[in-house]
């Protein structure tokens, strides 16, 4: 049985702050990390999740293929940057139900509770809802129940249980590019029966904080800090040009995670950079997961809906920034 993951912090990716930058996080100067090619078969790779495993990192990642059809692939690295990514996509056994249809897979995210590694994603069945699987090594792969009914977006996993029950954030959503959105949370006595459905963050008055006003939807799988569950997410605006895409954190209370207790009024990322404003799809910065030894953290997010990069921070600048620049509505 696999063992909890452990963080090494000499084997984080980290990048020092660079001279005179004041932002509470900052691009690393290797970006992207992964190519939108990297494997034979994929015309893009983006929204991915990476969490420590072996003394390295595996990943779940998305690729697009040349055809444009969405699914999940494992991946391994050392040092969280360079990446062996296969070249198939995960093949899933039934875990507790026979019912793994499946029409696309997309924009996962990976959670360590209790003895394994939990994966959710955007699953296709009737159009997006949330799909569940897990593993132990990241060699054998189990599919579960659907968590909802469709239409349903950005499944996120708390890595811990309340009052004996699994936490997941989740977007209520449409089945095309959804021009609305909030973060709602539901709870599971076994990963299979879903219930309790509550709103934990809606959209932001315009006026107030236009870059999330359209539509929001949880990013990395909190983690816990001295305020609170810590967790990235995006937010949505419309603007003449399309929808942009930027990343924002909140604070979530540590024994109620219904509970906002502190929002971003003002993004930590927008895009910016080439990388960010170009690609299948422009002006998107979109976190799926994030590292951190408590101090310091890494966040991976998607760019342009084409490539992997990476983001540094510290937690406790971030924490500051959060709470001098809130939000609560």
């Excluded at 809606?202 to 999330?212: D, L, M």
């Excluded at 709470?323 to 609560?328: D, E, G, L, Q, T």
Aim: a negative charge; proline letters at 7%.
């Amino acid at each position: 049985m696999t063992s909890e993951p452990k963080l090494s912090p000499e084997i984080m990716p980290w990048e020092e702050k660079p001279a005179g930058c004041t932002a509470p996080l900052w691009r690393f100067s290797q970006n992207p990390i992964i190519d939108r090619y990297h494997i034979p078969s994929s015309n893009s790779i983006f929204n991915s999740a990476v969490v420590p495993f072996n003394g390295g990192y595996a990943g779940v990642f998305r690729c697009d293929n040349k055809a444009v059809q969405m699914n999940i692939f494992a991946g391994f690295s050392k040092d969280g940057v360079h990446w062996d990514i296969e070249h198939e996509p995960i093949k899933f056994k039934p875990g507790n139900t026979d019912m793994i249809d499946s029409d696309y897979k997309y924009d996962p995210r990976v959670t360590w509770i209790d003895d394994r590694y939990w994966i959710t994603w955007c699953n296709g069945y009737n159009g997006p809802t949330i799909g569940i699987g897990y593993t132990f090594d990241f060699k054998e792969f189990f599919q579960c129940e659907n968590a909802f009914l469709p239409f349903n977006r950005n499944g996120v996993l708390f890595p811990q249980k309340f009052d004996g029950k699994y936490a997941m954030l989740s977007r209520p959503s449409d089945n095309g590019h959804t021009p609305f959105g909030d973060i709602f949370i539901s709870f599971s006595p076994d990963m299979k029966f879903w219930g309790e459905h509550r709103c934990v963050m809606k959209v932001t008055p315009f006026e107030e904080s236009a870059w999330q006003c359209l539509k929001i939807g949880a990013g990395s799988v909190p983690f816990l800090t001295d305020e609170g569950w810590l967790m990235f997410y995006h937010g949505v605006i419309r603007t003449c040009n399309g929808y942009r895409y930027s990343l924002g954190a909140v604070i979530l209370d540590k024994d109620n995670p219904t509970k906002v207790l502190y929002r971003s009024r003002d993004y930590l990322l927008a895009p910016a950079a080439p990388y960010e404003l170009v690609g299948d799809v422009p002006n998107v910065v979109f976190p799926c997961a994030a590292l951190t030894d408590g101090k310091r953290v890494a966040i991976y997010y998607g760019a342009a809906d084409t490539t992997v990069c990476m983001a540094f921070g510290y937690v406790n600048e971030i924490i500051d920034f959060v709470k001098a620049n809130s939000y609560i509505g």
